[in-house]
């Protein structure tokens, strides 16, 4: 199983990133993939989720309505389509995956965590 996160960057407050998940080695489409990200000096958070079933989960409040998570079986990735950023989305950003096919804002129940990639907003 492999998570290869990519898509972070240097950003001004306002701008927009989009993160891809691109994911190998299982059966995609029924699993939950998710996002999770730490801050400097914080703990982990969980983000967003998308199901195997496609039902998608925000649990960060703060990014209700600016995040957007979406997958392409197709092309094995999940992407994570952030706008309006603030420098409170500063963090490492995680992508996650569960074999059990449902959302979880828990860390531990998922069994594939890849590297992150660094999403940095300026203000």
């Known amino acids: 199983v492999q998570l290869q996160a990519s898509g972070g960057g240097l950003v001004q407050t306002g701008g927009s990133l989009r993160l891809s998940c691109a994911t190998s080695?299982?059966?995609?489409?029924?699993?939950?993939i998710g996002w999770f990200r730490q801050a400097p000096g914080k703990g982990r958070e969980a983000v967003s989720c998308i199901s195997g079933g496609d039902r998608v989960s925000y649990w960060t409040d703060s990014v209700k309505g600016r995040f957007t998570i979406a997958r392409d079986n197709a092309k094995n990735t999940v992407y994570l389509r952030m706008n309006t950023l603030e420098p409170g989305d500063t963090a490492l950003y995680y992508c996650?995956?569960?074999?059990?096919?449902?959302?979880?804002?828990?860390?531990?129940?998922?069994?594939?965590w890849g590297h992150g990639t660094q999403v940095t907003v300026s203000s």
């Open positions: 996650v995956a569960s074999p059990a096919g449902y959302c979880s804002a828990y860390g531990p129940d998922y069994a594939y």
């Open positions: 080695g299982f059966r995609f489409n029924s699993y939950a």
